[in-house]
């Protein structure tokens, strides 16, 4: 600190700057840390609510995750330990939301698995009989109530298949009614 002209000034960097006009002094890792924070806090509040986090979630929350663990001690003591538990909050949820997502993918399969069985199951297109009927109704309507998300979990071929059996058994039921007198 200097005086010029009867005014107290601070030498920053060799620039004199006046006393009365300084707010704060911080030099670039308190910037830094602080802002790094500041991102943080941000980047969480951009999250949905812990209750609503979805696996369309996880990358944003690893990359929040993964910015708090490369902070520096120093730079930590700048996020306020609400944020840190929160930042908890998400990645224990998250945790919960993996889990119940390879349950239903498991789910997924396995429905896609037991239709794709019973289509194979069936005997060939060309020794099919009116007889598989109940057999072809059923796997038609199980394929009906699958959502989306068990469908994508189906080959292309099997739901062809599926639905050449559908147009086979038509043809044979209708082969099987008698003419009708004119």
């Known amino acids: 600190m200097v005086m010029e002209n009867g005014k107290a000034k601070l030498s920053i960097n060799e620039t004199l700057h006046d006393l009365d006009a300084l707010d704060t002094v911080c030099d670039s890792e308190y910037l830094t840390a602080y802002t790094m924070a500041s991102d943080l ?17 996880k990358d944003r929350l690893t990359a929040i995750s993964d910015a708090y663990d490369e902070m520096d001690d120093y730079q930590k ?19 919960e939301v993996e889990a119940l997502a390879a349950l239903a993918e498991e789910d997924a399969k396995t429905v896609a698995g037991n239709l794709t069985n019973a289509i194979n199951e069936l005997p060939s297109l060309e020794e099919l ?20 998300y068990q469908k994508s979990f189906l080959e292309e071929e ?8 559908q147009k086979k058994m038509a043809e044979l039921l209708r082969a099987a009614q008698p003419e009708e007198e004119v």
């Open 158 to 165: 099997t739901v062809e298949l599926m639905k050449e059996y």
């Open 41 to 57: 806090v941000k980047a969480l509040a951009g999250l949905p609510g812990v209750d609503n986090l979805s696996m369309a979630d």
């Open 77 to 95: 003591t700048f996020v306020a330990s609400d944020a840190v538990a929160l930042l908890d909050a998400y990645k224990e949820k998250m945790k």
């Open 129 to 148: 009989t009116v007889d598989s009927k109940d057999k072809v109704d059923a796997i038609a309507e199980a394929y009906e109530k699958m959502d989306s």
